[in-house]
C-alpha cells in the first residue's frame, strides 16, 4: 500500500515481475479490495504465484514512528513484515515510511546480536562498472560513533556475502576531506574505531573519502549517518534524473542533433541504463533477523521492479545466512555484561549500586 | 599557493582571465619565486595588471586551523586576505584549505554584525535553468539551529542582492523528507525559526526539501550545515564527471556512435556546457566583512577561471554593500546585551554574581 502512489506501482511491478520469473512468489498485503482491482487491471486476477493477504491499515507517509508501531497493528506493512517473521515470505518489499518501516521490521523481527541500530543499505553505480555499496542510506538521522562502526561491520559482512570472500571489502568513511583533521567529532571517533579494526585485520579501512569517490568507486562500501546517505542518494537521483532530461531536450533541439542521436542511439540507450537511477532502486535493511526491501517512495513500476530484483536475488544468494555467519565473525565479542548484572541482581544491591 | 595543483593553476588561470577580462587587475600572492617562473611560463612576466606581493609561508592541505592562524602569519592566505581589509584588493580567491580559509578571512575581516559563523554559498544548476544557491557547503561540520537560521538570512541576502528584489527568494531546508516529522533534532527546531521568520513575512520559507531537489530547483536557496553540503557538493561534481566519461566512452565505442556524436556535436557541447562541474567552481565566503571565494581544492585551470569570475561578478554587482544592507534589514534586532553587561561591571559585582 505504500509509496506515492500505492497498489498502482507495486502490484503492477510484481504481477510484471512474476511473469517473467517463474521462480517467484508473492504475497501481497493490503486491503484486499483495493488489490484485486489492481490484479484485474494487471490482468492477474486467478494468477498461480499470487495470493492476497488482506491488511485493513495503512501507514502514511508523514505516520509517526508511534503511531505505527502501537495504533496501527493491523496495517500493510505489520502484516508484510509478519509474514517473514512466521516463515510464510523469504522476503519483504515496501516503498512505504521508511522510519515506519525501520521501527516494524525491529519490533517485529529483532536485530541480529551486536547490532544496536539497523541500517539501510544500497547500491550506487562507479566509473568501475561495479556497485558502490553505501549505508546508511535513511534509517538513522542521528548517529554515535559506535552505531557508524556498527555499520561498517555489518556492509563489509553483507558484500563479503554477495561478492564472494576472496578479500575483504573496502570501507571508506564519508567525510568533508581525506586528512584525518577534517569532519566532525563524530566521524573522527568513528575513524578511530575503524582503525582499531583494521589493524587487528577484522575490517579493510581504506581511511575518510569524500562525496565524489561514491561515483569513483574508491572503495567497496561506504559509511555515513542516515541524514547525510539520504540527502546524497536523492540528490544523486536528482541529478540522474536532470541529467537524463537535458541529453532528451538537447537532441530533440534540432534536425542535425536528432539524426546524431538516431546514428548513436545505442550509445544513448547504453548511457541510459547505466545512468538512471531507478536501476538502483532497492536498499536491504541490514542488520535485522529476517531480509526486508526499501524501495524509494517515488518509485514507478519499472523502478519497483529493480527494488523486489534486488530482494529475490538476495533471497536466491542466502545473503541472510552468510550475513549472520560474517557477523558472526565481525563482532566484537562481548565483554560479558549480562552476567554480572544479573548476578548483582541476585544479590540485591541497592539500585543505586547497580547503575554505577 | 593553495589547492591540489598550487600556482600552476591559480597563476595561468589569472593570466588567462585577464588576457580576456580587461577590467581585471591582480595582485598575486605567494612565493616570489615561484609566481614569477610561472608568469614567465604563461608569457605574462610584464603583465601590466599582474602585481606579485610576497609572501614567506604557505598552508598546506591538512595543516590544522591553529597553524594556519598562529604560527603562519606570512601565509599567502593570509597575507591576500590582508589585501582585502586594507582596501588593496577588492575580492580574494584561493583554492587552499577551506577551515584554514574561513579562520584566517574571520580573524582578518571580522564577521558582519549579527553572523555568529560565516557560510560557504556556491552554485548549482537545475532544471529551470537557473543556479540553486547553497549554503553551507563546507565551512561548518557542526551546526546549531541558530546558524542554519542565520545561513538562511545570509543566503536571501546574497540572492536579493544577486537577482534583484523582485520578490524574496524561497528558502528550502535540506532533510531526509517534506514532512515536518522528519529529520534530526537540529533540522526540526531551524524549520521552526525559518517559519516564524515566514510568518512575519521576513523570509520566504518553502520548507523542508530532500536532495533531489537541488536539481529540481524547487527553491533559490537551500539550507544545510556544511557536512551535509560538503559531501553532497562533491558527490554531484563526482557524478558530472562520471557522466562525462560515460557519455565520452559510450559514443566512441564504434564507428556508428562516433558518426552520430560528430553529427550531434553541438547538443553534446550543449550537454557538457550544462553539466560540467567546473563551471560552477568557486563558493562566496558569507557573512563577513569583506569579499572571499573559495575555489575547488582539485580545480584545474579552467576551473579555477570560473571561481575568478565568480568573484570579479561579485565585486561588479557591489554584491557587498547590497548583502550588508539586506543583512541589516532581515537580521534580528538584538536585545541590548551588551550594554547592561558593562553597567554590571561598573558596579563591581563579584564575578560568581555576573555568570548566575
Known amino acids: 500500500m505504500g509509496g506515492d502512489h500505492g497498489p498502482a506501482v507495486t502490484v503492477a511491478a510484481a504481477v510484471s515481475f512474476a511473469n517473467r520469473e517463474p521462480d517467484s512468489e508473492f504475497i501481497l498485503v493490503g486491503l484486499e479490495s483495493v488489490i484485486h482491482a489492481e490484479l484485474k487491471k494487471n490482468r492477474a486476477s486467478n494468477h498461480p504465484r499470487m495470493t492476497v493477504v488482506n491488511a485493513t491499515e495503512v501507514i502514511t507517509m508523514d505516520d509517526p514512528v508511534e503511531i ?24 519483504c518489499v515496501s516503498a512505504g515510511n521508511t522510519g515506519a518501516l525501520m521501527a516494524v521490521s525491529r519490533y517485529v523481527l529483532k536485530t541480529m546480536q551486536g547490532v544496536d541500530r539497523p541500517a539501510i543499505c544500497g ?48 570501507i571508506g568513511l564519508l567525510n568533508v576531506g581525506e586528512e584525518d583533521i577534517k569532519g566532525n567529532d563524530v566521524v573522527k571517533k568513528t575513524a578511530q574505531l ?35 546517505g539520504n540527502v546524497t542518494l536523492k540528490a ?3 541529478l540522474g534524473r536532470f541529467f537524463k532530461t537535458t541529453l532528451t531536450s538537447e537532441f530533440k533541439s534540432n534536425p542535425l542533433n536528432l539524426l546524431g542521436a538516431i546514428i548513436a ?13 531507478s536501476n538502483y532502486n532497492g536498499g536491504c535493511l541490514l542488520g535485522l533477523r529476517g531480509l526486508v526491501f526499501k524501495s524509494h517512495g517515488g518509485a514507478d513500476k519499472y523502478s519497483y521492479e529493480w527494488a523486489i530484483q534486488r530482494a529475490f536475488d538476495a ?16 563482532m566484537p565479542i562481548e565483554p560479558a555484561v549480562e552476567a554480572p548484572a544479573v ?9 543505586a549500586q547497580k547503575t554505577a
Chains 1, 2 share one sequence.
Open 236 to 238: 544523486a537521483e536528482g
Open 123 to 170: 547500491l550506487l553505480p562507479n566509473q568501475k562498472n561495479r556497485p558502490t555499496y553505501m549505508l546508511d542510506l535513511g534509517a538513522n538521522v542521528d548517529c554515535e560513533p559506535l552505531h557508524l562502526h556498527q555499520f561498517a561491520i555489518m556492509g563489509s559482512a553483507l558484500v563479503s556475502a554477495v561478492e564472494g570472500n576472496k578479500s575483504k571489502p573496502t
Open 194 to 228: 575503524l582503525r582499531a579494526d583494521h589493524e587487528k585485520g577484522l575490517l579493510n579501512f581504506y581511511g575518510n573519502v569524500e562525496g565524489n569517490d561514491i561515483f569513483k568507486g574508491t572503495t567497496d562500501i561506504i559509511v555515513c549517518d542516515g541524514f547525510v
Open 265 to 277: 542511439r545505442g550509445a544513448l540507450k547504453a548511457i541510459s541504463g547505466k545512468m538512471n537511477p
Open 315 to 330: 533471497v536466491k544468494n542466502d545473503v541472510l545466512t552468510r550475513i549472520s555467519t560474517s557477523m558472526a565473525e565481525l
Open 68 to 91: 505505527a508501531l502501537r495504533k496501527k497493528k493491523d496495517s500493510s506493512m505489520r502484516v508484510a513484515v509478519n509474514q517473514v517473521k512466521e516463515g510464510l515470505a523469504q522476503v
Open 343 to 351: 548476578a548483582s541482581m541476585q544479590t540485591n544491591e541497592p539500585i
